[in-house]
């Protein structure tokens, strides 16, 4: 272990020198959702996604879950004429003002934390029916269609999915590959990360149903209750999965704690029937399996469809890359961006296609102080959405994206 840690921090070090320049889309040094009511609430977005339309057109979706009541919405927009605007643009709610309010309306949208736009032009949102831990409603999946930005599917989780109060979502993946249908845009299955209950929910919208699935290696390495504060207390963090054209398919996970890198058969993880049994944690352990470690620790992963695994490190500013095919030890894992400016506390990360159909990984980087109850300096950058072409970061060359060629100039008033 001592041996990988070296060896990756020596990876990073060769680094700084060279900084690698992703292009940053949008920050904030006052995230404002527009509500004068709401001023000196803390607002603290988790999740972020790219949608891009036709000729370039682009939407950029973030989820601000509730701290409190006097939060307006919670799974935002950029307002369309602020698409360029690179400091502080301007946030609205989605799909509109009238799917937030008041925050215990169950029908509506009570705390967005997840999100996830698939190849159909869908929009998939977890809603943990949380405010400052008070669980007003039952969890939700929400499936939005993006061309007319309007609700196809709504599943609350049942109450053995989920524990009211605790379970916290720090993930969400979703397949189309074994819909069961010609149609792959008819179904899907979401895989939904549950840090603080320590396990994984899987949701098949094809037939309505969901169920749980709990595993040792989903548990934090040193578990002393259910701490809802310290990174030491998170369970299973990650969730990801390989390319849907490889015929053995895997999930893959970290707890956020644990230097492990843990591989399922996806086949184990969407047959309901077997996690039915109440010892099928202990009876499919040889299905779970550690990959290696890598001597640090890794936030938020995300695999693109060549097999490639990309994860940020937490404290050094780097991003790391593992393709599926290698093994699992430091001389496999490759930084593929060293930028302690940009790549923070990496809460959101995601790969979208842009208008060309082209890979590109974007990435939702916080002030980690921000999450601990901290302050920073009015004019400091708290939140910031930066990109980069999956081709350009395995090859190491300028980092480009698809929403414009040039870099943004105007300034929001």
Known sequence: MIVILLSLLSAVQAQKLALKELYTLHQWTNLSLGDDQALGNRFLPVDVDIEYGDEGRHRTFLTIPRLGMATPFTLATVVSDDNEVVENPRLEPYPNKEWHIPPNNCSGITSAIRTYIDQCWRLWVVDSGQVNSLQLCPPQ??????????????????????????????????????????????????YIADAWGYGLIVFDSLTGRSWRIEHES??????????????????????????????????????????????????????????????????????????????IQCESEVMDQSGNLFCSLISLGALIKWEESSNYTADDLRVVAYNPHKIKFVTGLKINRNSQGEEELWALSSEPKLFVGGALPENEVKFQIVGCRTADLLANTPCTVGVTETSPTKLAN
């Not at 504060?229 to 969730?239: C, E, L, M, N, R």
């Open 141 to 190: 999946v929400l499936t939005f269609d993006l061309v007319r930005d309007e609700l196809i599917q709504r599943h609350s989780l049942p109450p053995n999915t989920y524990t009211p109060s605790v379970s916290i979502f720090t993930a969400l993946v979703v397949d189309l590959s074994e819909s069961g249908t010609p149609n792959r845009c008819v179904g899907g299955k979401a």
């Open 218 to 295: 989903m548990r934090p390495l040193a578990f002393v209750g259910l701490a809802r504060s310290g990174s030491s207390q998170a369970g299973i963090f990650t969730v990801s999965l390989s390319p849907s054209e490889v015929e053995d398919r895997f999930l893959y996970f970290h707890t956020l704690n644990a230097f492990n890198e843990v591989k399922v058969s996806l086949a184990v993880i969407n047959n309901e029937t077997i996690w039915k049994s109440n010892n099928a944690s202990t009876s499919l352990d040889g299905h779970f399996h550690i990959l290696g470690t890598r001597g």
